[in-house]
């Protein structure tokens, strides 16, 4: 069964037509009209469904309306059957213990059936069904569906390194040195006069890589008062925008403080704007403005200080890039790449470089290239088409085909979208599914890989049993999207093999909104109004994003659909209604997913009566669980982190299912965390707010493969004197029984940023070092693969060192008083299979001895720039020389006690070293920070803090 299950859940209808052969097993004793009435719907369904995956292969364009229609109306009564299975699923869950479920079985079922009026719904099904099969018999004329010929891999699919590099930081990006220097040049005139340069073109001729490519080289050689990067997307939130720009350009301390004020009007928050920026020079990137009346809300908080202060922005329309650039008409025009530089792009994706093109494929290639008319998102999308198959002159000569007969097309659709089009039906159909739930992210939201993953299972968009393998397989879903260029990597993990942060292009975003929004996939609300399709009523799944608040009437329509919604994604802040009104939803027993990411107060209590929820997801300051929460026997996920919630409640360690459990390291959990087996991650658990039965507990997680942990201990809780050594004694004692079973361990303490406003690094009478029995159990951990540790000696980094399957590792050396100005070492006796080193060093330096971390490829350095360090040792970090396989340093510079020399002097001695490495290593700038994060453009938000952003 689990087989027949597998295979019909790679199917339009799989997830329906699997529920339903489960139910014709053995565990429900259905009555025998009951099973008659199922059987009936899966043979139908199963039917329908080999039809559906015909049309699934042909462009809306050529579909016959009338097969449009069908598809459309059998699709939503799947969705309407499968609701109606896991409400009975549901109702049988709460039926009684096993033995007597055996007795009563036959009388329970028919119970549920009558009583509850399913029996009467099935037959309505019944009816619908047949409805929908004769119709398609008396008119159904469907054609042939034309020929796959791309087809996919059955096979597990890996990270493709030729699509990561393009979206890696590169020292030479395609065609981007001229042009790059042109807009410089225009910055650069008039040095202290207030400038605006506007970038302008079509989708996809790369005017965002390009406007990040100026921004980053001008900010690497000139001084601003602040700076700040924003994009605004097709739908305008002026408060988000002031919002995120504020966040960038003020201390930690001012935003949080802004973040607690009640801006009522945004007249008030653009004067709260012009206040921070008037006399300061400041240089801004606005990416993709869309209108006029945009950017002249966007310019109302800017002031034009005549002191060298400068303005980026990109836009599609040249109507608006005249309006931004005003009488000074600074503009550039975004060029599409000449044949040389198509030739490299295209090449490089395909075969690293244009030396390694067959002979026999450079003329058709030139073909392809030429109806992508030199748009980089085109060439790119196009070349991940083609990237997995064979490389032989008859396939290429085929698509060539296809692409012609796809961008040649006389239609009102432009050419990206004919485009992503092809890309698009060259997917197979459980890849389709994957890519149209992407829609539910706005514009320009980095995605969390892992997140994602977690969403598409819970969906049930990925086919399986077991939720090992299909987490596993959504894994190779998401890196067959990235390996086509429909999904661009933007963070990867220390194994070059893993892809931790994503994103969507906003073109190819706007493509899967409308197709996705067509097939009644997502209802999107995003300050417009619904993005619905109008030929179904009912409401799938849901996402909020940015936008103005809900009105009473839109409230409405939630409230009536609320029985038919499966996942809610909430994105905007300013949706307190509905956030806070989570019993509308009450009605609801299909809900899977619930994922919140809003800075509001909010009541969770409601959740309780979604017994299929799989993901509970929230980022709210403040919200409250509910105490019976282990009615949620289907819950997998619970991520509570950020959220101001002081302790868990007892009866989550109910929670048979639950998988991954994340909160903040001040929330206390209960005892008896040991009953939770299924437990893979746990973090971040404060040791201080925990009983020490409570951590003796963790030595029972039999399955924990993740761990995070807090080494602070407050001097009391809640009145009561706080045991430490009996809690690292406990400590000591689980860790041990873990040996064989963690993968990742972080070890951290808190940062102080949380507490007194200290931001970079903790204070000097901050934390004391790790202890030395917690290094030495650390040791023995031997399938480690990522470690995260926080204040350690050079004894200690010596011991973990010796760990056989580390990949990565983040570390913040211990100070030592008196010690100021010690260079720690590392040798060349550990660290063997390391690939990614993170090291913050506040008083101290590092030195690498030859041949130390011999497969090391990333360093990511957090220093501080201090006068009374020992410069004539050689500097504050010695033997980059030494990493043999490096080739990218990052860098991130304290500049508190320093002058601006000094700063300068640390930078250029990193970069020195760097270009004396025989492989040339990329240096990459992060930012310049003083320890309240304010001048020198720092732009993390506190949640980014390097030691967090490693973990």
């Given at each position: 069964?689990?087989?027949?299950?597998?295979?019909?859940?790679?199917?339009?209808?799989?997830?329906?037509?699997?529920?339903?052969?489960?139910?014709?097993?053995?565990?429900?004793?259905?009555?025998?009209?009951?099973?008659?009435?199922?059987?009936?719907?899966?043979?139908?369904?199963?039917?329908?469904?080999?039809?559906?995956?015909?049309?699934?292969?042909?462009?809306?364009?050529?579909?016959?309306?009338?097969?449009?229609?069908?598809?459309?109306?059998?699709?939503?009564?799947?969705?309407?059957?499968?609701?109606?299975?896991?409400?009975?699923?549901?109702?049988?869950?709460?039926?009684?213990?096993?033995?007597?479920?055996?007795?009563?079985?036959?009388?329970?079922?028919?119970?549920?059936?009558?009583?509850?009026?399913?029996?009467?719904?099935?037959?309505?099904?019944?009816?619908?069904?047949?409805?929908?099969?004769?119709?398609?018999?008396?008119?159904?004329?469907?054609?042939?569906?034309?020929?796959?010929?791309?087809?996919?891999?059955?096979?597990?699919?890996?990270?493709?390194?030729?699509?990561?590099?393009?979206?890696?930081?590169?020292?030479?990006?395609?065609?981007?040195?001229?042009?790059?220097?042109?807009?410089?040049?225009?910055?650069?005139?008039?040095?202290?006069?207030?400038?605006?340069?506007?970038?302008?073109?079509?989708?996809?001729?790369?005017?965002?890589?390009?406007?990040?490519?100026?921004?980053?080289?001008?900010?690497?050689?000139?001084?601003?008062?602040?700076?700040?990067?924003?994009?605004?997307?097709?739908?305008?939130?002026?408060?988000?925008?002031?919002?995120?720009?504020?966040?960038?350009?003020?201390?930690?301390?001012?935003?949080?403080?802004?973040?607690?004020?009640?801006?009522?009007?945004?007249?008030?928050?653009?004067?709260?704007?012009?206040?921070?920026?008037?006399?300061?020079?400041?240089?801004?990137?606005?990416?993709?403005?869309?209108?006029?009346?945009?950017?002249?809300?966007?310019?109302?908080?800017?002031?034009?200080?005549?002191?060298?202060?400068?303005?980026?922005?990109?836009?599609?329309?040249?109507?608006?890039?005249?309006?931004?650039?005003?009488?000074?008409?600074?503009?550039?025009?975004?060029?599409?790449?000449?044949?040389?530089?198509?030739?490299?792009?295209?090449?490089?994706?395909?075969?690293?470089?244009?030396?390694?093109?067959?002979?026999?494929?450079?003329?058709?290639?030139?073909?392809?290239?030429?109806?992508?008319?030199?748009?980089?998102?085109?060439?790119?999308?196009?070349?991940?088409?083609?990237?997995?198959?064979?490389?032989?002159?008859?396939?290429?000569?085929?698509?060539?085909?296809?692409?012609?007969?796809?961008?040649?097309?006389?239609?009102?659709?432009?050419?990206?979208?004919?485009?992503?089009?092809?890309?698009?039906?060259?997917?197979?159909?459980?890849?389709k599914s994957c890519m149209l739930y992407l829609s539910v992210f706005p514009e320009d939201y980095v995605i969390d890989c892992r997140r994602l993953i977690l969403l598409w299972v819970a969906e049930g968009l990925i086919p399986g049993q077991s939720r090992e393998n299909m987490e596993q397989l959504g894994r190779s879903y998401l890196n067959e999207l990235i390996n086509r260029s429909l999904v661009q990597?933007?963070?990867?993990?220390?194994?070059?093999?893993?892809?931790?942060?994503?994103?969507?292009?906003?073109?190819?975003?706007?493509?899967?909104?409308?197709?996705?929004?067509?097939?009644?996939?997502?209802?999107?609300?995003?300050?417009?109004?619904?993005?619905?399709?109008?030929?179904?009523?009912?409401?799938?799944?849901?996402?909020?994003?940015?936008?103005?608040?809900?009105?009473?009437?839109?409230?409405?329509?939630?409230?009536?659909?609320?029985?038919?919604?499966?996942?809610?994604?909430?994105?905007?802040?300013?949706?307190?209604?509905?956030?806070?009104?989570?019993?509308?939803?009450?009605?609801?027993?299909?809900?899977?997913?619930?994922?919140?990411?809003?800075?509001?107060?909010?009541?969770?209590?409601?959740?309780?009566?979604?017994?299929?929820?799989?993901?509970?997801?929230?980022?709210?300051?403040?919200?409250?669980?509910?105490?019976?929460?282990?009615?949620?026997?289907?819950?997998?996920?619970?991520?509570?982190?950020?959220?101001?919630?002081?302790?868990?409640?007892?009866?989550?360690?109910?929670?048979?299912?639950?998988?991954?459990?994340?909160?903040?390291?001040?929330?206390?959990?209960?005892?008896?965390?040991?009953?939770?087996?299924?437990?893979?991650?746990?973090?971040?658990?404060?040791?201080?707010?925990?009983?020490?039965?409570?951590?003796?507990?963790?030595?029972?997680?039999?399955?924990?493969?993740?761990?995070?942990?807090?080494?602070?201990?407050?001097?009391?809780?809640?009145?009561?004197?706080?045991?430490?050594?009996?809690?690292?004694?406990?400590?000591?004692?689980?860790?041990?029984?873990?040996?064989?079973?963690?993968?990742?361990?972080?070890?951290?303490?808190?940062?102080?940023?949380?507490?007194?406003?200290?931001?970079?690094?903790?204070?000097?009478?901050?934390?004391?070092?790790?202890?030395?029995?917690?290094?030495?159990?650390?040791?023995?951990?031997?399938?480690?693969?990522?470690?995260?540790?926080?204040?350690?000696?050079?004894?200690?980094?010596?011991?973990?060192?010796?760990?056989?399957?580390?990949?990565?590792?983040?570390?913040?050396?211990?100070?030592?008083?008196?010690?100021?100005?010690?260079?720690?070492?590392?040798?060349?006796?550990?660290?063997?299979?390391?690939?990614?080193?993170?090291?913050?060093?506040?008083?101290?330096?590092?030195?690498?001895?030859?041949?130390?971390?011999?497969?090391?490829?990333?360093?990511?350095?957090?220093?501080?720039?201090?006068?009374?360090?020992?410069?004539?040792?050689?500097?504050?970090?010695?033997?980059?020389?030494?990493?043999?396989?490096?080739?990218?340093?990052?860098?991130?510079?304290?500049?508190?006690?320093?002058?601006?020399?000094?700063?300068?002097?640390?930078?250029?001695?990193?970069?020195?070293?760097?270009?004396?490495?025989?492989?040339?290593?990329?240096?990459?700038?992060?930012?310049?920070?003083?320890?309240?994060?304010?001048?020198?453009?720092?732009?993390?938000?506190?949640?980014?803090?390097?030691?967090?952003?490693?973990?």
């Amino acid at each position: 069964m689990a087989e027949l299950m597998a295979s019909a859940a790679t199917s339009m209808m799989g997830s329906v037509i699997g529920k339903l052969t489960a139910m014709l097993g053995e565990k429900y004793q259905l009555a025998r009209d009951v099973e008659q009435g199922i059987r009936f719907l899966k043979d139908e369904l199963s039917s329908m469904d080999a039809v559906l995956q015909k049309l699934a292969d042909k462009d809306d364009d050529q579909m016959d309306p009338m097969d449009k229609d069908w598809r459309n109306k059998v699709r939503e009564l799947s969705f309407d059957i499968e609701d109606c299975v896991d409400r009975f699923m549901l109702n049988h869950s709460h039926g009684g213990s096993k033995a007597n479920f055996v007795r009563k079985a036959v009388r329970k079922v028919k119970m549920l059936w009558e009583d509850q009026g399913i029996a009467g719904e099935i037959q309505k099904l019944k009816i619908l069904v047949t409805e929908h099969s004769d119709r398609a018999k008396r008119y159904r004329a469907l054609g042939p569906s034309p020929p796959h010929y791309l087809a996919a891999s059955p096979q597990p699919v890996r990270l493709d390194p030729r699509a990561t590099a393009l979206f890696q930081e590169a020292r030479d990006p395609v065609g981007i040195d001229g042009p790059r220097e042109e807009i410089i040049q225009l910055l650069q005139v008039e040095e202290n006069q207030h400038k605006v340069v506007s970038i302008y073109g079509t989708a996809g001729q790369g005017k965002t890589t390009l406007a990040m490519e100026v921004y980053r080289k001008i900010t690497q050689t000139q001084a601003f008062d602040c700076r700040a990067f924003v994009s605004v997307s097709q739908t305008l939130d002026m408060k988000n925008l002031l919002r995120d720009i504020l966040s960038q350009i003020v201390s930690k301390n001012e935003f949080d403080q802004l973040q607690s004020e009640n801006w009522e009007t945004l007249q008030i928050e653009i004067r709260k704007m012009r206040g921070y920026l008037i006399g300061k020079r400041y240089f801004i990137l606005i990416d993709d403005i869309w209108n006029v009346s945009d950017w002249e809300l966007v310019q109302a908080a800017l002031p034009r200080n005549d002191n060298g202060s400068r303005i980026i922005t990109t836009t599609r329309s040249k109507t608006v890039a005249e309006t931004c650039a005003g009488i000074d008409a600074q503009m550039y025009k975004a060029k599409p790449l000449g044949d040389d530089e198509s030739r490299r792009l295209f090449f490089k994706r395909l075969f690293h470089s244009t030396e390694h093109c067959p002979q026999d494929l450079m003329a058709v290639s030139s073909d392809i290239l030429r109806k992508c008319g030199g748009l980089p998102l085109a060439i790119i999308s196009i070349a991940g088409l083609l990237a997995n198959r064979s490389k032989t002159k008859e396939v290429w000569v085929n698509a060539l085909k296809y692409i012609s007969a796809a961008v040649d097309r006389d239609s009102h659709i432009d050419k990206m979208k004919r485009i992503f089009l092809l890309s698009y039906f060259d997917l197979p159909l459980h890849l389709k599914s994957c890519m149209l739930y992407l829609s539910v992210f706005p514009e320009d939201y980095v995605i969390d890989c892992r997140r994602l993953i977690l969403l598409w299972v819970a969906e049930g968009l990925i086919p399986g049993q077991s939720r090992e393998n299909m987490e596993q397989l959504g894994r190779s879903y998401l890196n067959e999207l990235i390996n086509r260029s429909l999904v661009q990597p933007t963070k990867v993990g220390a194994d070059g093999a893993t892809v931790k942060q994503c994103r969507v292009h906003d073109v190819i975003l706007e493509f899967i909104v409308s197709k996705a929004v067509e097939d009644n996939f997502v209802t999107i609300w995003n300050g417009n109004g619904f993005s619905v399709n109008y030929s179904s009523n009912k409401i799938r799944r849901l996402s909020i994003q940015y936008g103005i608040s809900m009105r009473a009437e839109e409230m409405v329509k939630i409230k009536e659909q609320a029985a038919h919604i499966r996942s809610i994604n909430i994105f905007d802040p300013n949706s307190v209604l509905l956030i806070k009104n989570t019993s509308m939803f009450l009605s609801s027993q299909v809900l899977r997913v619930l994922n919140t990411q809003s800075l509001e107060d909010c009541y969770l209590g409601h959740v309780k009566s979604f017994g299929q929820i799989k993901y509970l997801g929230s980022s709210i300051c403040h919200c409250k669980l509910p105490k019976d929460i282990e009615k949620l026997q289907h819950l997998e996920t619970l991520d509570v982190t950020w959220c101001n919630i002081k302790k868990l409640p007892a009866s989550i360690t109910q929670l048979q299912r639950l998988v991954r459990l994340r909160v903040d390291g001040h929330i206390k959990l209960p005892d008896g965390i040991g009953n939770l087996q299924a437990l893979e991650e746990l973090s971040y658990i404060g040791l201080g707010y925990q009983t020490i039965k409570f951590i003796q507990g963790l030595g029972d997680l039999t399955n924990l493969k993740v761990l995070g942990i807090h080494w602070e201990y407050p001097y009391a809780v809640a009145g009561r004197h706080v045991d430490v050594e009996g809690r690292k004694e406990a400590c000591i004692s689980s860790l041990s029984k873990l040996v064989t079973t963690l993968r990742e361990l972080r070890i951290m303490p808190i940062l102080e940023y949380f507490i007194s406003s200290q931001y970079f690094f903790p204070k000097r009478e901050g934390p004391s070092v790790v202890p030395y029995q917690i290094i030495q159990i650390i040791s023995s951990l031997v399938n480690l693969t990522r470690l995260s540790i926080g204040l350690v000696s050079q004894e200690g980094i010596n011991i973990v060192a010796s760990l056989p399957m580390l990949l990565s590792i983040t570390v913040r050396f211990s100070f030592e008083e008196g010690n100021s100005g010690i260079r720690y070492t590392i040798s060349s006796q550990g660290f063997q299979r390391l690939v990614k080193f993170n090291f913050s060093c506040y008083y101290e330096g590092a030195e690498f001895e030859p041949e130390a971390m011999p497969k090391l490829q990333r360093l990511k350095l957090y220093l501080a720039a201090r006068d009374q360090f020992n410069y004539e040792q050689g500097g504050l970090v010695l033997g980059l020389q030494n990493l043999a396989g490096l080739k990218h340093v990052a860098l991130s510079i304290n500049c508190e006690y320093a002058t601006p020399d000094e700063v300068q002097d640390l930078e250029d001695d990193i970069r020195v070293a760097a270009g004396a490495h025989p492989n040339r290593p990329v240096v990459q700038l992060v930012e310049k920070v003083r320890q309240d994060c304010m001048a020198q453009g720092c732009s993390r938000r506190p949640r980014d803090h390097p030691m967090l952003e490693a973990q």
